[in-house]
């Protein structure tokens, strides 16, 4: 079986995403759909993982509250679950809070799945509470700060809801080490050579650049033109 990899999701995928999370937190959990489903959608970076045949099987969305980066509505497919699907949605929230400069993420985190965030870097943050009716706990971790040509990042801002790159960031991104950005894409196709030049850029958290590591990364030659 293929490890799982998500991406961000478009316009178009977002009624799949709804209906992701209708099943989950109100048919399964029973939260209300009113409060299920709110304004922050409309602004919200949403990700999904997607099974063999392309159905959608598991998503997420990325905030900005108060310049704090806070990510939301995790769900799984329950006939998906243990399969990395989450995980796959999880680092790739991550990597797009990490191309927006944020230095931590957030999350209110159901009990039941506590141990899924600590896997993934994840610690509690004071005593649990009851959200929706459902016991939470506030969790948070740090995330690398990349340090790469901003037309680099402007492109895979903008690019990354088409669904053609699927950046993982590798590595525990502790305090004083540096990560590895690493990208992939369909072999030889059209964006293949941006991602390779975005591949270069090492994700830091303090430390010498990329660039001062192996030359400059060549990152404006393939941005983006506007
Ligand atoms: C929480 C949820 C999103 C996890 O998705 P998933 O696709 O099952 O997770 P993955 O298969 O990627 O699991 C990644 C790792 O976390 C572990 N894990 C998954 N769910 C876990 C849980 N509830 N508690 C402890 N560990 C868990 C897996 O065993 C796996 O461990 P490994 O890396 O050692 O193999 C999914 O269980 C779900 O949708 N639950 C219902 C909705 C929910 O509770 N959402 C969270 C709201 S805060």
Known sequence: MNTPTACRATAADLPEVAALRHRVFVLEQGVPAEIEQDAADAVAVHVLSRDATGAVVATGRLLERDGLAVIGRMAADRAVRGRGHGAAVLDELHWQAVLRGHP???????????????????????????????????????????????????????????????????????????????????????????????????????GRSAEQATGPARTRDVGPSA
């Open 104 to 206: 931590a993420v957030e999350l209110h985190a159901q009990l039941t799945a506590r141990g899924f965030y600590e896997r993934a870097g994840y610690a509690p943050v004071g005593e649990p509470y009851r959200e929706a009716g459902i016991e939470h706990v506030t969790m948070r971790r740090p995330l690398p700060v990349l340090e790469a040509d901003p037309a680099a990042l402007r492109w895979a801002l903008s690019d990354a809801g088409q669904g053609t790159v699927t950046a993982l960031v590798t590595g525990a991104p502790v305090a004083g080490g540096s990560v590895t950005l690493t990208s992939r894409a369909a072999a030889g196709g059209p964006w293949a050579g941006r991602l390779a030049a975005l591949a270069r850029a090492d994700l830091h958290r303090g």
